[in-house]
T-cell receptor, first 116, second 114 residues
Framework: DARVTQTPRHKVTEMGQEVTMRCQPI?????VFWYRQTMMQGLELLAY????????DSGMPKDRFSAEMPDATLATLKIQPSEPRDSAVYFCASGPRLAALTDTQYFGPGTRLTVL | AQSVTQLGSHVSVSEGALVLLRCNYS??????LFWYVQYPNQGLQLLLKYTSAATLVKGINGFEAEFKKSETSFHLTKPSAHMSDAAEYFC????????????FGQGTTLQVKP
């Protein structure tokens, strides 16, 4: 049963520290999305990639967030420096085809980040 | 630009009662619409999607949704609620540009009372 995996599942850190979240998309999927979920803002799209190239990262605070895909099996989301307002659940999702309007996105279990 | 509006952030039903979760969309092009469900402490998973093949779409766990162009709606229904249906439900529409990007609504939390 192919699944999107995310590590770590939980992360507690102090303000100012660097945080790296990792995602392994489903093998063969070539679109990857990063979302942030909070009670106040709901589900927000931060960035997405197609064939490892960033298509849109306009949802990310550029000064502190960065997203990359070093290879087809790994996507990373980094926050440096982290702030308490970054506390949220971060989801990665992958999609199976080259940018199809009817693609299903497959979500990972999320990383719950708490910044103290 | 595409957008979705989910009417009601919280819906409460009794076990065995009809479930109706409302979603209205706005789209400048023919829309592709989705319902996702999120169980506590889990990621989202697809319930069903409308891809223009049929206006009544059946999904997993007994859910279905009907696309009504005249009403710009895609409401989610289930004839009889089960305790295990308690979750958060998200309606989404495909973004423009054939990117695979989804525009999500704010979500509706479904509570099922015994």
């Amino acid at each position: 049963d192919a699944r999107v995996t995310q590590t770590p599942r939980h992360k507690v850190t102090e303000m100012g520290q660097e945080v790296t979240m990792r995602c392994q998309p489903i093998l063969g999927h070539n679109t990857v999305f990063w979302y942030r979920q909070t009670m106040m803002q709901g589900l927000e799209l931060l960035a997405y990639f197609r064939n490892r190239a960033p298509l849109d990262d306009s949802g990310m605070p550029k000064d502190r967030f960065s997203a990359e895909m070093p290879d087809a099996t790994l996507a990373t989301l980094k926050i440096q420096p982290s702030e308490p307002r970054d506390s949220a659940v971060y989801f990665c999702a992958s999609g199976p085809r080259l940018a199809a309007l009817t693609d299903t996105q497959y979500f990972g279990p999320g990383t719950r980040l708490t910044v103290l | 630009a595409q957008s979705v509006t989910q009417l009601g952030s919280h819906v409460s039903v009794s076990e065995g009662a009809l479930v109706l979760l409302r979603c209205n969309y706005s789209s400048s092009v023919p829309p592709y619409l989705f319902w996702y469900v999120q169980y506590p402490n889990q990621g989202l998973q697809l319930l069903l999607k409308y891809t223009s093949a049929a206006t009544l779409v059946k999904g997993i766990n007994g859910f279905e949704a009907e696309f009504k162009k005249s009403e710009t709606s895609f409401h989610l229904t289930k004839p009889s609620a089960h305790m295990s249906d308690a979750a958060e439900y998200f309606c989404a529409v495909s973004g423009s540009g054939n990117t695979g990007k989804l525009i999500f609504g704010q979500g509706t939390t479904l509570q099922v009372k015994p």
